[in-house]
C-alpha cells in the first residue's frame, strides 16, 4: 500500500470511526452548539480568545491549532497568543533541560454551517515553528500534518497510533 493509500484509508477509517464513537467523546451535543460569548469582558477593543485544538505528548510536545474558514486570517491578538504559548512552552524547557518542541498549525475549512468540522480533514496552509509563520509548498490535512510532524520530533505515540490505523 502507498503512503497515499494509506492516508486515504486513514481518513476513511476516522470517518467510520467518528460516525461510531463520536457521541461517546461529546458527553453533552447541545452543550457543543451553545456560543460562548465574550461580552462583557472586553477592555476596550480587547477580548478574550480560544484556541480550536491542543495535542500535548510527555509533556515535550504541543501542537496547537485554529481553524478558520476559507483560510481566513488569524485576527492579530490571536495570532500573538498562539505565538507566545508556543514560544513559552519551549523556552520553559531551557529551565528544566529539556528540549520542548512546538507547532501551531493554522487549518482552513469550508464545511457549511450547521455541520461538523472535521479538523482531521482541514487543510494546512500556514504554521508556525521555530519563531516564524510558514506557508506550505502544498496544502495538506491536519491528520497529515500531525504525522508528519510525529516523524519529524520522533513521537513514537503519535506515528504509532498513525500507521496502526492506515494499515
Aim: net charge neutral; charged share 30%.
Amino acid at each position: 500500500m502507498t503512503e497515499h493509500e494509506k492516508y486515504l484509508y486513514c481518513l476513511d477509517y476516522i470517518k467510520k470511526y467518528e460516525e461510531k464513537h463520536i457521541r461517546k467523546l461529546i458527553r453533552n451535543e447541545n452543550h457543543t452548539k451553545q456560543l460562548i460569548s465574550f461580552e462583557g469582558l472586553n477592555v476596550g477593543d480587547m477580548y478574550p480568545t480560544d484556541i480550536d485544538g491542543a495535542l500535548e505528548y510527555d509533556d515535550i510536545y504541543l501542537i496547537l491549532f485554529e481553524v478558520k474558514h476559507n483560510n481566513k486570517e488569524i485576527p492579530t491578538g490571536q495570532k500573538k497568543l498562539l505565538k507566545r504559548i508556543a514560544d513559552s512552552w519551549v523556552e520553559s524547557g531551557l529551565y528544566t533541560g529539556i528540549e520542548k518542541k512546538s507547532i501551531i498549525f493554522k487549518v482552513s475549512h469550508n464545511t457549511p454551517l450547521g455541520e461538523s468540522i472535521k479538523l482531521a480533514e482541514g487543510m494546512v496552509i500556514d504554521y508556525y515553528y521555530d519563531g516564524n509563520w510558514l506557508k506550505k509548498d502544498k496544502p495538506i490535512t491536519a491528520l497529515q500534518a500531525i504525522y508528519d510532524i510525529a516523524k519529524e520530533w520522533k513521537i513514537n505515540k503519535l506515528k504509532s497510533w498513525y500507521l496502526l490505523n492506515t494499515i
